[in-house]
């Protein structure tokens, strides 16, 4: 069962534009959700995160927004730059932090 | 401060052998969790260890298992391999108590031929 699905496999934009990456769930017990960014051969590494009870949480040029109504989150990144290149996956969790629920990644290229 | 390490980053089997992968957990986290990513998806859970004990499991059959040591390092262990393991595996840890973040290492790519 895909509780966390990122419809878009691949987003290509130009340097300096702004990136959204786009990311649905299906859980309503899910509290609290997290975006990665993957490099090839390398582990992926938190990005950027935000609990239930916000709408937003922005962290220099990374900036997500929270719609528990329509069970969506995005990752805007602004301005984009060429070393923002790589696959960023959604993930979510309930209040135990023991399962946490990963989207199949979005591949993110910024041309320069 | 050493992050999450695993071994070995690449490795071969048969369909039926088994195998161990290994995983130490960055300096200070008493969690750890495994993850199987196949080629094209998220990584999808299979279990988290704590205090030695598993604390979570996921719909991985029981030919999946694990270890926790007192070190708060960890094993996974999948018998009876099947063509569908053929996957990276990860490996994460965290601090229990500390809701979200989890620092992964950079896997161990199995392939089962």
């Known amino acids: 069962d895909q509780q966390v699905k990122q419809n878009s496999p691949s987003l290509s934009v130009q340097e300096g534009r702004i990136s959204i990456l786009n990311c649905d769930y299906t859980n309503s017990m899910f509290d609290y959700f997290l975006w990665y960014k993957k490099y090839p051969a390398e582990g992926p590494t938190f990005l950027i995160s935000?609990?239930?009870?916000?709408d937003k949480n922005e962290d220099g040029r990374f900036t997500v927004f929270l719609n528990k109504s329509a069970k969506h989150l995005s990752l805007h990144i602004v301005p984009s730059q060429p070393g923002d290149s790589a696959v960023y996956f959604c993930a979510a969790m309930g209040d135990r932090n023991n399962d946490m629920r990963f989207g199949a990644g979005t591949r993110l290229t910024v041309k320069p | 401060e050493t992050g999450v390490t695993q071994s070995p980053t690449h490795l071969i089997k048969t369909r039926g052998q088994q195998v161990t992968l290994r995983c130490s957990s960055q300096?200070?986290?008493?969690?750890v969790s495994w993850y199987q990513q196949a080629l094209g998806q998220g990584p999808q859970f299979i279990f988290q260890?704590?205090?030695?004990?598993?604390?979570g499991r996921g719909n991985f059959p029981p030919r999946f298992s694990g270890l926790q040591f007192p070190n708060y390092s960890s094993e996974l262990n999948v018998n009876a391999l099947e063509l569908d393991d053929s996957a990276l595996y990860l490996c994460a840890s965290s601090l229990a108590g500390v809701v979200g973040e989890l620092f992964f290492g950079e896997g161990s790519r199995l392939t089962v031929l």
């Open positions: 260890y704590y205090r030695e004990e598993e604390n």
């Open positions: 300096s200070g986290h008493n969690t």
């Open positions: 935000i609990s239930s009870i916000k």
